[in-house]
């Protein structure tokens, strides 16, 4: 790669949207990303999936490598940039952060007093996509259908999970921080409802609330190492299995995100409830079919064939483009 000699050919150099079109079709992929990532039991990754851009943003994570880091420590930062596929990252993340700070509120809002309807939506986008990627597997018998099952068991009983009690140690915050940023590039798991899991939720929120303070902060910096580090080692992961067993692990996907439907089912009784803060966290729940037949009902199923509609369009727009 030749050196860039400015800033601007540094940002170019690299993957990432060049037309006005290319950039708000990414931008409002990235606000849908962002709302994914406040729905409990749905993941940033889904919302990759169901626009098209999931391996592309493994890519532009796989972007920072040794070469990055060589650059940087010899502090030369053009060159640095110009691994990076830094135009597309900025683009996502600028709507990422757009959706999470101007919609925080209506989500907060719709979640807490609309339940039934939100998931309902958003169940029907999972539908959806789950048939979407059925489709793009092609090969079920042996390793995909294994795959699938596994995927389908693992995430249905995963996401039934009891909190557990896990120590204050930094190296377990690490991995909490590792493991918990996956969930941001695997479809079909929430990384709040893995903190939930692990037994860290209550822990890093309460740090978020005054992080400015020195314990505060060095907790929240070793959890953001963690969650560099990890998403950087499990982006390559993935992006191997791709390459090498990409039928078996789009399967292994298809199956996770069934699994977790079990997460998103919008008529729910709860057995458990624990107060963090002001807020309340269901600790357990059960599944069950609507109490009655209504209007509430009629617009619930709605609102799932709108979602499951939406992923149609989107995907069919995209094999057009």
Same mark, same amino acid.
């Given at each position: 790669?030749?050196?860039?000699?400015?800033?601007?050919?540094?940002?170019?150099?690299?993957?990432?949207?060049?037309?006005?079109?290319?950039?708000?079709?990414?931008?409002?992929?990235?606000?849908?990303?962002?709302?994914?990532?406040?729905?409990?039991?749905?993941?940033?990754?889904?919302?990759?999936?169901?626009?098209?851009?999931?391996?592309?943003?493994?890519?532009?994570?796989?972007?920072?490598?040794?070469?990055?880091?060589?650059?940087?420590?010899?502090?030369?930062?053009?060159?640095?940039?110009?691994?990076?596929?830094?135009?597309?990252?900025?683009?996502?993340?600028?709507?990422?952060?757009?959706?999470?700070?101007?919609?925080?509120?209506?989500?907060?809002?719709?979640?807490?007093?609309?339940?039934?309807?939100?998931?309902?939506?958003?169940?029907?986008?999972?539908?959806?996509?789950?048939?979407?990627?059925?489709?793009?597997?092609?090969?079920?018998?042996?390793?995909?259908?294994?795959?699938?099952?596994?995927?389908?068991?693992?995430?249905?009983?995963?996401?039934?999970?009891?909190?557990?009690?896990?120590?204050?140690?930094?190296?377990? =915050?690490? %991995? #909490?921080?590792?493991?918990?940023?996956?969930?941001? /590039?695997?479809?079909? &798991?929430?990384? $709040?409802?893995? +903190?939930?899991?692990?037994?860290?939720?209550?822990?890093?929120?309460?740090?978020?609330?005054?992080?400015?303070?020195?314990?505060?902060?060095?907790?929240?910096?070793?959890?953001?190492?963690?969650?560099?580090?990890?998403?950087?080692?499990?982006?390559?992961?993935?992006?191997?299995?791709?390459?090498?067993?990409?039928?078996?692990?789009?399967?292994?996907?298809?199956?996770?995100?069934?699994?977790?439907?079990?997460?998103?089912?919008?008529?729910?009784?709860?057995?458990?409830?624990?107060?963090?803060?002001?807020?309340? =966290?269901? %600790? #357990?729940?059960?599944?069950?079919?609507?109490?009655? /037949?209504?209007?509430? &009902?009629?617009? $619930?199923?709605? +609102?799932?064939?709108?979602?499951?509609?939406?992923?149609?369009?989107?995907?069919?727009?995209?094999?057009?483009?």
């Amino acid at each position: 790669m030749d050196q860039p000699r400015t800033w601007k050919e540094a940002f170019l150099v690299n993957k990432g949207p060049k037309t006005p079109r290319e950039i708000i079709s990414l931008f409002i992929k990235g606000i849908f990303m962002g709302i994914a990532n406040m729905i409990p039991g749905v993941s940033g990754g889904t919302m990759a999936l169901i626009t098209g851009i999931y391996q592309d943003v493994l890519q532009a994570i796989r972007s920072f490598d040794l070469n990055t880091l060589r650059f940087l420590v010899r502090l030369e930062f053009k060159q640095a940039l110009a691994t990076v596929h830094l135009r597309f990252l900025v683009v996502l993340i600028c709507g990422i952060g757009l959706s999470i700070m101007s919609l925080a509120h209506f989500m907060n809002y719709v979640l807490n007093d609309h339940p039934v309807f939100t998931y309902s939506f958003f169940f029907g986008l999972i539908l959806a996509s789950i048939a979407v990627m059925a489709l793009q597997t092609g090969k079920w018998v042996g390793s995909g259908g294994i795959s699938f099952v596994l995927g389908a068991v693992g995430a249905y009983l995963f996401v039934g999970l009891i909190p557990v009690s896990t120590p204050d140690t930094w190296w377990f =915050i690490f %991995l #909490a921080g590792a493991i918990t940023i996956c969930t941001m /590039i695997l479809p079909g &798991l929430s990384g $709040a409802f893995l +903190l939930l899991i692990i037994g860290k939720y209550e822990y890093i929120t309460s740090a978020l609330k005054n992080p400015f303070d020195l314990q505060n902060f060095i907790i929240l910096s070793i959890f953001g190492l963690g969650c560099i580090v990890g998403i950087i080692a499990f982006s390559r992961v993935l992006t191997v299995l791709f390459n090498k067993f990409e039928n078996t692990t789009m399967a292994a996907l298809t199956g996770i995100m069934c699994g977790s439907l079990r997460k998103i089912w919008p008529w729910k009784e709860v057995l458990e409830t624990k107060t963090i803060g002001s807020k309340v =966290i269901n %600790l #357990a729940e059960q599944n069950i079919l609507p109490s009655q /037949i209504d209007g509430n &009902l009629a617009l $619930a199923v709605g +609102l799932m064939i709108v979602g499951f509609i939406s992923v149609v369009v989107l995907e069919r727009s995209a094999k057009q483009r």
